[in-house]
Nanobody
Framework: VQLQASGGGLVQAGGSLKLSCAAS????????MGWFRQAQGKEREFVAT????????YYSDLAKGPFRISRDNAKNTGYLQMNSLKPEDTAVYYC??????????????????WGKGTQVTVSS
């Protein structure tokens, strides 16, 4: 499965962005998907994860409330809706997927497939 994240850009604080993660094939529909981010000079960190059917989600503390993860398996695409953005949300955002549905979804090593990141910049 190849993944392509998109939708990043420059937004003012308080604004919103919706990131997309397009997968190369329908097997994506059986995969756990996650979003991670990496700010300049910092380690990559977990943001949110969703199970294959979209019926279960989990968020890091930083994402609870303003962020929402979702997916449309018919389109082989996952999403991350980000609201009330803050300058500290500035980072490169990555989507990832794994066919193992027994994972927690919050650790990088659990994911088999990674997309190239998309830059999100939030100005103050």
């Amino acid at each position: 499965v190849q993944l392509q994240a998109s939708g990043g850009g420059l937004v003012q604080a308080g604004g919103s962005l919706k990131l997309s993660c397009a997968a190369s094939d329908r097997n994506f529909g059986t995969h756990v998907m996650g979003w991670f981010r990496q700010a300049q000079g910092k380690e990559r960190e977990f943001v949110a994860t969703i199970n294959w059917s979209g019926t279960a989600t989990y968020y890091s503390d930083l994402a609870k409330g303003p962020f929402r993860i979702s997916r449309d398996n018919a389109k082989n695409t996952g999403y991350l809706q980000m609201n009330s953005l803050k300058p500290e949300d500035t980072a490169v955002y990555y989507c990832a997927a794994t066919p193992d549905d027994l994972v927690s979804g919050i650790r990088e090593y659990e994911y088999k497939y990674w997309g190239k990141g998309t830059q999100v910049t939030v100005s103050s």
